[in-house]
């Protein structure tokens, strides 16, 4: 098993600019979430997906879209990139009914110029 | 709205030294409560899970414990060694939501 793999692992973007950042899990786990992490501020969550087709906001959603059409993947697009959005973004998944077994990526450190 | 505090932000402490980091949050109505660890530039690995109706949870050196009614659940350390050295985070799951809700995080240094 790869586990939870995301990709880019560094991106730097111009304010205005778009961009996908890319999550994938190869252990069948219903659900997937997105958060972001900044100094001082622990990590936030931005979008969740309980499964193909279903996902909902978090505490941060504002500037990012989501869609889940496969199990194995949770895309999260920045449609118009700014400063704000500068941090180091986490993909994370697990089993619907167990939080026992939750895997999180290594991460992606978006800067936006 | 829940609220996760972890104090203190770092802490440094010598090698071998028993240590307790601390977590509080503001709303008891929680379904569990998980400690991570993150080491820098990586992601985070879960240490222990605490369901609500549990008061401790233990896996070698560490045990955490969590009290609902106050608010609070603590992270023991004991014997550090410089491979702890890491950010600790705690996150509650909220009840009848899919949601974890972080603390900030304690950077811990341990000390050769």
């Known amino acids: 098993n790869a586990g939870v793999t995301q990709t880019p692992k560094f991106q730097v973007l111009k304010t205005g600019q778009s961009m996908t950042l890319q999550c994938a899990q190869d252990?069948?786990?219903?659900?997937m979430s997105w958060y972001r992490q900044d100094p001082g501020m622990g990590l936030r969550l931005i979008h969740y997906?309980?499964?193909?087709?279903?996902?909902d906001q978090g505490e941060v959603p504002n500037g990012y879209n989501v869609s889940r059409s496969t199990t194995e993947d949770f895309p999260l697009r920045l449609l118009s990139a700014a400063p704000s959005q500068t941090s180091v973004y986490f993909c994370?998944?697990?089993?619907?009914?167990?939080?026992?077994?939750?895997?999180f990526g290594p991460g992606t450190r978006l800067t936006v110029t | 709205k829940q609220e996760v505090t972890q104090i203190p932000a770092a802490l440094s402490v010598p090698e071998g030294e028993n240590l307790v980091l601390n977590c509080s949050f503001t709303?008891?109505?929680?379904?569990?409560l998980q400690w991570f660890r993150q080491d820098p530039g990586k992601g985070l690995t879960s240490l222990l899970l605490?369901?609500?109706?549990?008061r401790e949870q233990t896996s070698g050196r560490l045990n955490a414990s969590l009290d609902k009614s106050s608010g609070r659940s603590t992270l023991y350390i004991a014997a550090s060694q410089p491979g702890d050295s890491a950010t600790y985070l705690c996150?509650?799951?909220?009840?009848?939501?899919?949601?974890?809700?972080f603390g900030q995080g304690t950077r811990l240094t341990i000390n050769p």
């Open positions: 605490i369901q609500s109706s549990q």
């Open positions: 252990m069948n786990h219903e659900y």
């Open positions: 709303d008891s109505a929680i379904y569990n």
């Open positions: 996150a509650v799951a909220l009840q009848g939501a899919q949601k974890l809700v």
């Open positions: 994370a998944s697990r089993p619907l009914g167990s939080f026992y077994e939750q895997y």
């Open positions: 997906s309980v499964g193909a087709g279903i996902t």
